[in-house]
C-alpha cells in the first residue's frame, strides 16, 4: 500500500504476521548525485548524520539504538542513501522517533567531525585490503571515462580529506527533503497505526527539493588491464558487460542465463572452470542492475599461472553458449523461473531485506512494483529471447587482472 503525504513524502506499507517491525528510510542522495569534485560526500553524511541531533547527543543516539533496534545500520550505494532498523511491534514508534530525530535534526557538530573523517579514511583503506573488492574497483575505473561509478562511492583520500563540515550540511540541505525521501514499513502493526506514527514524526517536515535525476551511462573500455601486487597470493580477475540498454523483458532473459551460466556449482562457469578444470576456487556472475551501475559481471579467483587459461575458457564458453541452440529448453527455462522466484523469495523472507528492497526500487525506479513485475511471466521467456539477449551483451568485455 502506497501514500502520498502533502508534503511530497512516500509512504509504503507491508502487513506481515508476528511480532518485528521493519523500516527503511531512502533517500535519492547517494554517490550518483555527486558533482565530479566531491566523491565520498554522500557517504559522508551517511556518516555524519548520527554525530548528534538538537535532542541527542551521539552516546545517547547509540544507547538508545542498542535498546531498540535488533538490527539497525546506514548504507550509501551509487544511486541511493538508506537507513533502516527492526524493532518489535511494541518499540517501533519509538524506533521511528529515533530515527526521526537523527534525519530531521541533525546538528552536525564540529567536534568529532574531523575524528569521523579519519574514521572514513580508514574504511578507505580496509575498502583497499579487500582483494576482490580492489579488482572490481580498479576494473570500473579502467573500463569507463566519465561514469561516477568509476571512482568509489567511498570517495578518495584527497577528495575524503577536502571534505569539509560546510559541504555537508549543504548536501544536506540540498537532498534531503521530503520529496526526495521514500519510507517502507513492513509490520504486524495495522496500517492505520503506522501511518500515524510517520505522520506524527514526518508529515509536518517541510523542505523544498528541485534535484532532476541524470545518469549518464557510456560504453566501456573493451580492453584487458593487468595490476600487480606483490603482497598477494592468488590472481584475480573481473569481467564487466553494460547492461544499460535492455528493456525489462531481455533483463528478465539475462537474469534467467545468468542461473545456468554463473549461479551456484552446477552453473556452466562452475563446472567448467572449477570441477573439470581446478582452474578456480571461486566463479560466478551476477547481474547487477541498479540504476546508474547496470553491469553484467564475472569474477574468478584463480592461480597466476592459471590467468590465461582460465581466461581463455571463459571466452570460450561464452562463445559455446551464444550458439548453442537446444539448451534452453522450455522444460530448463521452467526451472530457471521457479529457481529464481525461490531466491527472490527467501531473500524478502526477512522483512529488513524487503524493506530495503521497495524503499530501493521506488528510489530507482519512481515504482517499487517493479520488484513484482520482474517476476511475472518468465515462462513466457524463450531460448531465442536468451540468445539475443546474450549475443548482444556478452561482447567487448573489460577485463581486469590483479596478479601478484
Known amino acids: ?70 538490527f539497525h545500520n546506514a548504507m550509501t550505494n551509487f544511486p541511493y542513501a538508506i537507513y533502516y532498523g527492526t524493532t518489535l ?4 514508534e519509538k524506533g521511528i522517533d529515533i530515527y526521526g530525530d537523527i534525519i530531521l535534526n541533525p546538528t552536525f557538530p564540529e567536534e568529532g567531525f574531523k575524528e569521523e573523517m579519519n574514521i572514513i579514511l580508514e574504511e578507505l583503506k580496509e575498502w583497499k585490503d579487500d582483494i576482490y ?4 574497483d580498479e576494473l ?25 563540515l560546510n559541504h555537508i550540511k549543504d548536501f544536506y540541505n540540498e537532498f534531503y527533503a521530503p520529496k526526495n525521501c521514500v519510507i517502507t ?14 505522520s506524527k514524526y514526518f508529515g509536518n517536515w517541510k523542505r523544498d ?37 535492455l528493456s525489462n523483458t531481455e533483463i528478465k532473459a539475462l537474469n534467467l542465463f545468468n542461473l545456468s551460466f554463473g549461479e551456484g556449482t552446477s552453473s556452466i562457469l562452475y563446472d567448467e572452470i572449477r570441477t573439470k578444470n581446478g582452474f578456480a576456487y571461486e566463479i560466478f556472475s551476477s547481474v547487477k542492475n541498479e540504476y546508474g551501475i547496470k553491469l553484467f559481471n564475472i569474477v574468478l579467483g584463480t592461480s597466476k599461472e592459471n590467468i590465461d587459461k582460465a581466461i581463455s575458457l571463459i571466452n570460450s564458453k561464452i562463445e559455446e553458449v551464444q550458439n548453442n541452440t537446444g539448451f534452453f529448453t522450455r522444460e530448463k527455462i521452467n526451472s530457471l523461473a521457479k529457481s529464481y522466484r525461490l531466491k527472490r523469495e527467501l ?3 526477512r522483512s ?25 511471466d518468465l515462462e513466457n521467456i524463450t531460448e531465442e529471447d536468451i540468445l539475443k539477449v546474450i549475443n548482444k551483451v556478452l561482447v567487448n568485455p573489460s577485463i581486469q587482472i590483479i596478479t601478484p
Open 1 to 70: 500500500m502506497k501514500y502520498n503525504f502533502e508534503n511530497g513524502l512516500t509512504f509504503i506499507y507491508e502487513h506481515r504476521p508476528g511480532n518485528l517491525t521493519s523500516f527503511c528510510i531512502g533517500f535519492n542522495a547517494g554517490a550518483l548525485v555527486e558533482d565530479n569534485n566531491s566523491l565520498g560526500l554522500a557517504h559522508a553524511v551517511e556518516h555524519m548524520i548520527f554525530k548528534g541531533t538538537k535532542n541527542r547527543n551521539e552516546f545517547e543516539i547509540n544507547k538508545l539504538c542498542d535498546e531498540t533496534f535488533g
Open 89 to 92: 511491534s511494541n518499540d517501533f
Open 133 to 136: 573488492q580492489h579488482c572490481e
Open 140 to 164: 570500473l575505473f579502467n573500463a569507463f571515462e566519465e561514469r561516477r561509478i568509476k571512482n568509489l562511492i567511498i570517495g578518495t583520500e584527497e577528495s575524503v580529506s577536502s571534505i569539509t
Open 185 to 198: 514499513v513492513v509490520s504486524s502493526l495495522s496500517y492505520e497505526e503506522v501511518v500515524t506514527v510517520i
Open 209 to 245: 527539493f528541485s534535484y532532476e535525476n541524470v545518469t549518464r551511462y557510456e560504453n566501456n573500455n573493451a580492453l584487458k588491464y593487468t595490476e600487480v601486487k606483490s603482497d598477494i597470493q592468488g590472481a584475480k580477475i573481473q569481467y564487466c558487460f553494460p547492461i544499460h540498454s
Open 347 to 349: 531473500r524478502n523472507e
Open 352 to 376: 529488513i531485506e524487503l524493506t530495503k528492497m521497495i524503499t530501493t526500487y521506488e528510489i530507482m525506479y519512481g515504482d517499487y512494483n517493479l520488484m513484482k513485475e520482474e517476476l511475472v
